[in-house]
């Protein structure tokens, strides 16, 4: 059976680079992947009273239902000042709550950053491994994934068009399916 994974990008703007390259790893996928975008804009900013409401906001549960429901997650993220956008660090707060409930637990993970600066995001992709660690999310040490110059890998149509990057995100991905395998909790 496929494994399911759960794409989340760091990033809300409509012509997002690193959307683009989600798209992109969507499309390369192998057999044994099946890749979905799990939305992060909607989640109101993440108040430790909610935890305590009758019921949780509407936007919360189906984030946390559809992190619970995946197999792996991925996340592709920009760099916002050599940390996580806000809205990222949001939705793994709003994850990770109530106390005791986290959804993240024991999920494998990988992360991917995406810039057109030279360094890829090489800030965002450690800082996230600092809250994967806590959080109990594995995340794949190898293959590194820091896409450098990003705005010039696509064509006009928003298609990934440089053939290196391309073989790189599918070897990502072969890797990231063995990394599932090897440490997902039945
Ligand atoms: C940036 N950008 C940026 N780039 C980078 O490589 N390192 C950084 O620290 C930052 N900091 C930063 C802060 C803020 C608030 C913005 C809006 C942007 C530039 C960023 O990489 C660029 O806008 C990307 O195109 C954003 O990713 P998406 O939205 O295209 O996926």
């Known amino acids: 059976m496929a494994y399911k994974i ?3 990008v760091g990033s809300l703007r ?3 680079l690193n959307r683009r390259v989600a798209r992109s790893i969507c499309g390369l996928r192998g057999d044994n992947l099946e890749c979905s975008m799990v939305e992060i804009g909607d989640l109101p900013l993440y108040n430790q009273d909610f935890d305590a409401l009758p019921q949780q906001p ?4 189906r984030f946390r239902d559809q992190v619970r ?3 792996g997650i991925l996340f592709v993220s920009p760099e916002y000042n050599r940390g996580m956008p806000g809205v990222l660090k949001n939705a793994i ?3 990770s709550r109530p106390y005791g409930k986290s959804a993240w ?3 494998p993970g990988a992360v991917v950053s995406a810039s057109p600066g030279a360094i890829g995001g090489f800030g965002v992709n450690h800082h996230l491994r600092q ?3 806590f959080l109990d999310v594995p995340a794949m040490p190898q ?5 450098g110059g990003a705005d010039k890998l696509f064509d006009a149509g928003g298609k990934l068009a440089n053939e290196g990057t391309r073989k790189f995100l599918q070897g990502f991905m072969q890797a990231f399916e063995s990394w599932i395998n090897a440490n997902i909790k039945s």
Do not use: M
């Not at 509407?58 to 549960?61: N, Q, T």
């Not at 293959?143 to 896409?147: N, Q, V």
């Open 6 to 8: 759960a794409i989340i």
């Open 143 to 147: 293959p590194e994934a820091y896409i």
């Open 14 to 16: 409509k012509d997002s």
């Open 93 to 95: 707060d709003v994850g």
């Open 105 to 107: 637990s024991g999920k």
């Open 131 to 133: 809250s994967l660690v």
């Open 69 to 71: 429901s995946a197999d």
């Open 58 to 61: 509407e936007a919360y549960v």
